[in-house]
T-cell receptor, first 112, second 115 residues
């Protein structure tokens, strides 16, 4: 069974600064995808970034990038130049065999 | 492109009552998912449909929960009878297909409160 752990229940960052959210996972699958989802207070979950386990190059999407360490089963999200609109719950998720498993989430607060 | 639609957005019932939630996925999406998100936790998959067939319902409490996806489009999730611990947000999601690389698109959810 897959498990996903987010050890930081809450994080805070100053506007325009950089913050890193941590995620570790456990899986017996050799091929899988990892995702970071954002859930603003309105509750609609949206995809931020995804990473295929077989790709060594870390994924980037504008101000969002990941640090994927396959051997360590670590998948952290870095948000650069933080904006007020980045404030939300962030969920790390693992997908193998068609089942998406989520971590417990990290609440990100952005201070003006 | 219209997103995943869910209704109602909020529902308050008393324990032992019945409740139903409706989901309309993105047009053309073959795979539909129902998740339960308890306050302070990440979503947990309840059931997954491929077209109108159930792919995975291993985490669905079948003694009280049921779901269907008639004609492979809309879906309904029902709880009968509800318990206090069923209080949660119920999220519906859809994707083009079942592959693990597929992005899942989520609806706004239905917040259920059981008193």
């Amino acid at each position: 069974a897959q498990t996903v752990t987010q050890s930081q229940p809450e994080m805070s960052v100053q506007e325009a600064e950089t913050v890193t959210l941590s995620c570790t996972y456990d899986t017996s699958e050799s091929d899988y995808y990892l995702f970071w989802y954002k859930q603003p207070p309105s509750r609609q979950m949206i995809l931020v970034i995804r990473q295929e386990a077989y790709k060594q190059q870390n994924a980037t999407e504008n101000r969002f990038s990941v640090n994927f360490q396959k051997a360590a089963k670590s998948f952290s999200l870095k948000i650069s130049d933080s904006q007020l609109g980045d404030a939300a719950m962030y969920f790390c998720a693992h997908n193998a065999g068609n089942m998406l498993t989520f971590g417990g989430g990290t609440r990100l607060m952005v201070k003006p | 492109e219209a997103g995943v639609a869910q209704s109602p957005r909020y529902k308050i019932i008393e324990k032992r009552q019945s409740v139903a939630f409706w989901c309309n996925p993105i047009s053309g999406h073959a795979t539909l998912y129902w998740y339960q998100q308890i306050l302070g936790q990440g979503p947990k998959l309840l059931i997954q449909f491929q077209n109108n067939g159930v792919v995975d319902d291993s985490q669905l409490p079948k003694d009280r929960f049921s779901a269907e996806r008639l004609k492979g489009v809309d879906s309904t999730l029902k709880i009968q009878p509800a318990k206090l611990e069923d209080s949660a947000v119920y999220l519906c999601a859809s994707s083009w297909s079942r592959g693990y690389y597929n992005e899942q698109f989520f609806g706004p959810g239905t917040r259920l409160t059981v008193l």
